[in-house]
């Protein structure tokens, strides 16, 4: 999107550092929210339209899209985290491609699970890592022997659900849906399973003592933040379009289902249906022919990792791209305002910027547009 600077009616006073970190955010639970990145680089990819020449700043997440910047072979990417369990995970991840064979890191990573994850790390990874990392995977290299994925915010819902599908006599439909050949195949399986028909039939009294209930136990504040990762303040976008969170969660799986083949097309949702991605289905960076490219090309290299708030790294260079993920969705106006105008400052003309959004029309749209942007 091309950039002029911003009109002065468009700028508001800076808020200082110490400020804009300490008001927008919840508290962290002692580990990270997210094992991977939840928002499909492929996506973005007609967006962004990177090249040799871009420097990018993004948010960390789960860390797997910021790598997977790196094999666009852009100039530099710098991967913003607030928390700094996420840019442990990165750290982990950088060093293991840049240290290990494929067959390790596709253990670690693809798997998540290694046999020898404790020696592994002393031997090879810790020595040429942060202290902060090295304090962190020490006192967490377990999550490898149980399953990375089964751990951090999300991780722990995801073992939650697995033992619900149990339960609920729900795992042999996630069986034939991973199964399934055809995304036709995947959702005759969805449709024939009981609890779908209940929604879809039941009285309209049942199906709303169904939804309060799943309301109350996935969709209150504690499980919402410390296990999706969701704020508060994105919940209540959600509910300023008139959606219960409920519907809002059903509707997304839905079009997930009928969108997407899961097992071959959406290592999203097979991570968190399994536990483990697959090789057909997995992140680039997990895919042989990309590690060689990270590694030996040493595209890997150009991934900085920074343990800071998104908007003073914003300010500490100018960048032609940048990815906002959903971050102005968890803001106050008057801070959505502030990452505006510094938008406006630090993206470089004709460069790009990208956000996510639970709302249909975030209110912030209009900052980043009166900032010099076309939106």
Known sequence: MGIEPPPASARAPQLTHSRYALRPFARFPPTFLYTQSWEDPHADAPY????????????????????????????????????????????????????????DVWLLFGEGRHPNFPSLFESELAPWMSQKAIKFWRSHSYYFKTGLYYHGGMGKVVAAMQVLFRLFLIAPTVDKMLAAKTIEEQVKAFDACWLTKVFRHAPTAIVSLLSNIVALLLFNRVTLWFGGGIPARQADLIHLDDVHLSDYAART?????????????????????????????????????????????????????????????????????????????????????????????????????????????PKYARFIENSGFTV
């Open 48 to 103: 962004l339209k990177l090249g040799p020449e871009d420097v990018v700043l993004t948010l960390t997440s789960g860390g797997c899209n910021s790598i997977f910047k790196c094999l666009d072979g852009v100039k530099a990417v710098y991967s913003v985290d607030c928390n700094p369990a996420q840019n442990s995970l990165l750290e982990l991840k950088r060093t293991a491609i840049r240290r290990l064979p494929y067959e």
């Open 253 to 361: 799986f839905v079009g997930v289902v009928k969108g997407s083949l899961i097992a071959k097309d959406n290592y999203f949702y097979l991570n968190c249906l399994t536990g483990r991605f697959s090789p057909e289905c997995c992140p680039d960076y997990l895919r042989r022919e990309n590690f060689k490219r990270l590694k030996d090309g040493k595209l890997i290299d150009r991934l900085h990792i920074v343990d800071d708030f998104f908007l003073p790294t914003l300010k500490q260079r100018v960048y032609s791209r940048v990815v906002l993920m959903d971050h102005l969705d968890w803001l106050s106006d008057q801070d959505a305002k502030a990452v505006a105008i510094a938008l406006g400052q630090h993206v470089a003309k004709g460069g790009r910027v990208i956000w996510r959004s639970a709302a249909y029309q």
